[in-house]
Nanobody, 121 residues
Framework: QVQLVESGGGLVQPGESLRLSCAASGNFHDVGNMGWYRRAPGKERELVAFITSGGNTNYADSVKGRFTISRDNAKNTVYLQMNSLKPEDTAVYYC???????????????WGQGTQVTVSS
């Protein structure tokens, strides 16, 4: 069974930093694109950042210059370094990964359980 396990959320003050981690575990063949999404109260889920298996990245305009996504392919782990956090970054953050369970199957999208990030003074 494939799982994405997140960690690193919490309560911080504006201007502070947090680092989120998400590790894929279980029995699978390969991991493709990985990304972070968030859902703020009363809002739709939005893409925050994603990174391809080759390391190319893309960010939402609202986090450019403040957030950095990275991955460790050997550990099947994706990270989100969040600096200069703002109250509007408050949300539940979810990781997402495209995973090939077997070499002969099409990739499927997997989601983490979500981790709460709260930015408040």
């Amino acid at each position: 069974q494939v799982q994405l396990v997140e960690s690193g959320g919490g309560l911080v003050q504006p201007g502070e930093s947090l680092r989120l981690s998400c590790a894929a575990s279980g029995n699978f063949h390969d991991v493709g694109n990985m990304g972070w999404y968030r859902r703020a109260p009363g809002k739709e889920r939005e893409l925050v950042a994603f990174i391809t298996s080759g390391g190319n990245t893309n960010y939402a305009d609202s986090v450019k210059g403040r957030f950095t996504i990275s991955r460790d392919n050997a550990k099947n782990t994706v990270y989100l370094q969040m600096n200069s956090l703002k109250p509007e970054d408050t949300a539940v953050y979810y990781c997402n990964a495209q995973i090939w369970v077997r070499t002969w199957t099409s990739p499927s999208a997997y989601w983490g359980q979500g981790t709460q990030v709260t930015v408040s003074s």
